[in-house]
């Protein structure tokens, strides 16, 4: 029987996966980021999701990658991006990421074609029974994957435990407020975590999760925005910041704003990790640099750090 205790919770902080100059996955760098963000108090992390660009590494290099996260985070947890071109890969993926040691795994619904509820049904359903001991969270990825989980298929998953978390876009233009309560009511225990940094960092709901990759690469000033918001304060004026998380947050949501204006964000986050000190390659998948504004943009945010 799945395991349904969620570790999906608080903040999670989502690494890129370093190379090195010739383009192989360099495990020291990573164990660095891991190692820090967990020290710096972040609550799990997240390796080969969209940050991660997981898909663009073989089975041994993802294995590889999990195993260094989960001896370089000495203990806490570390889940996994699980996704693939087809059901009985992500099944394969999902079963070996268990199998180096991730804690959890996130899987977004997608395999080749967009699906629809029924494919998305039988998708997890597959990899519960792949991965029976490790919980799931739900990777909403509307924009990108053209499917958005209802509050009510999402109930179901998380009935017949096929799930026990989400993630999802802390802000669409298409999408009223009230989003987080509206899965939490159909979903009674589901975890409901929110993604999207700029949102995050500018007054998202209240969540039991944010999912970040920016924290990976300036976790102790996202620890302290974090738990500011949680505690009642938001850094902009409403109470007592006895943390520094003003000007974290000041210069976090700079950052995030910058990275999203590139149009390739997981090549800025690269970048931003090379500017705060870990040298890395753009990732595998980029087909086009940031161009020489966008770098300039970057440095000159990163030299403002607080």
């Not at 760098?29 to 799990?44: I, P, Q, Y």
């Not at 268990?98 to 074609?113: I, K, Q, S, T, W």
């Not at 792949?130 to 909403?140: D, I, L, M, Q, W």
């Given at each position: 029987?799945?395991?349904?205790?969620?570790?999906?919770?608080?903040?999670?902080?989502?690494?890129?996966?370093?190379?090195?100059?010739?383009?192989?996955?360099?495990?020291?760098?990573?164990?660095?980021?891991?190692?820090?963000?967990?020290?710096?108090?972040?609550?799990?992390?997240?390796?080969?999701?969209?940050?991660?660009?997981g898909?663009?590494?073989?089975?041994?290099?993802?294995?590889?990658?999990?195993?260094?996260?989960?001896?370089?985070?000495?203990?806490?947890?570390?889940?996994?991006?699980?996704?693939?071109?087809?059901?009985?890969?992500?099944?394969?993926?999902?079963?070996?990421?268990?199998?180096?040691?991730?804690?959890?795994?996130v899987?977004?619904?997608?395999?080749?074609?967009?699906?629809?509820?029924?494919?998305?049904?039988?998708?997890?359903?597959?990899v519960?029974?792949?991965?029976?001991?490790?919980?799931?969270?739900?990777?909403?990825?509307?924009?990108q994957?053209?499917?958005?989980?209802?509050?009510?298929?999402?109930?179901?998953?998380?009935?017949?435990?096929?799930?026990?978390?989400v993630?999802?876009?802390?802000?669409?233009p298409?999408?009223?407020?009230?989003?987080?309560?509206?899965?939490?009511?159909?979903?009674?225990?589901?975890?409901?975590?929110?993604?999207?940094?700029?949102?995050?960092?500018?007054?998202?709901?209240?969540?039991?999760?944010?999912?970040?990759?920016?924290?990976?690469?300036?976790?102790?000033?996202?620890?302290?925005?974090?738990?500011?918001?949680?505690?009642?304060?938001?850094?902009?004026?409403?109470?007592?910041?006895?943390?520094?998380?003003?000007?974290?947050r000041?210069?976090?949501?700079?950052?995030?704003?910058?990275?999203?204006?590139?149009?390739?964000?997981?090549?800025?986050?690269?970048?931003?990790?090379?500017?705060?000190?870990?040298p890395?390659?753009?990732?595998?998948?980029?087909?086009?640099?940031?161009?020489?504004?966008?770098?300039?943009?970057?440095r000159?945010?990163v030299?403002?750090?607080?």
């Amino acid at each position: 029987m799945r395991r349904m205790t969620s570790a999906f919770t608080g903040l999670l902080a989502y690494p890129i996966t370093p190379l090195d100059a010739d383009g192989d996955v360099d495990l020291d760098a990573l164990e660095v980021l891991v190692g820090r963000a967990v020290e710096a108090g972040t609550d799990g992390v997240v390796v080969l999701a969209t940050s991660g660009a997981g898909t663009s590494f073989d089975d041994d290099e993802r294995d590889a990658v999990v195993r260094v996260a989960v001896s370089a985070a000495g203990g806490a947890p570390v889940h996994a991006g699980v996704a693939g071109g087809s059901a009985h890969r992500v099944a394969g993926r999902a079963r070996a990421m268990a199998d180096a040691g991730a804690a959890g795994l996130v899987l977004p619904p997608f395999a080749y074609l967009p699906l629809d509820d029924a494919e998305v049904r039988a998708l997890y359903a597959r990899v519960a029974a792949a991965a029976p001991e490790s919980p799931v969270c739900f990777y909403n990825k509307p924009v990108q994957l053209g499917y958005d989980v209802s509050p009510a298929l999402l109930a179901d998953l998380v009935a017949d435990r096929s799930v026990v978390a989400v993630k999802d876009p802390a802000a669409l233009p298409s999408r009223p407020s009230g989003r987080v309560a509206g899965l939490r009511d159909a979903a009674p225990g589901v975890a409901v975590g929110l993604s999207g940094d700029a949102a995050l960092l500018d007054g998202a709901e209240a969540a039991d999760a944010w999912h970040t990759g920016l924290a990976a690469l300036a976790p102790a000033e996202y620890v302290a925005v974090r738990r500011a918001r949680v505690a009642g304060l938001d850094g902009g004026g409403r109470g007592q910041d006895t943390g520094g998380a003003a000007p974290a947050r000041a210069w976090l949501l700079d950052l995030a704003r910058a990275v999203a204006a590139t149009g390739r964000p997981v090549t800025a986050l690269h970048a931003v990790a090379s500017l705060l000190g870990t040298p890395t390659a753009p990732p595998r998948d980029a087909l086009v640099p940031l161009t020489a504004a966008d770098e300039a943009v970057l440095r000159d945010v990163v030299a403002r750090r607080p």
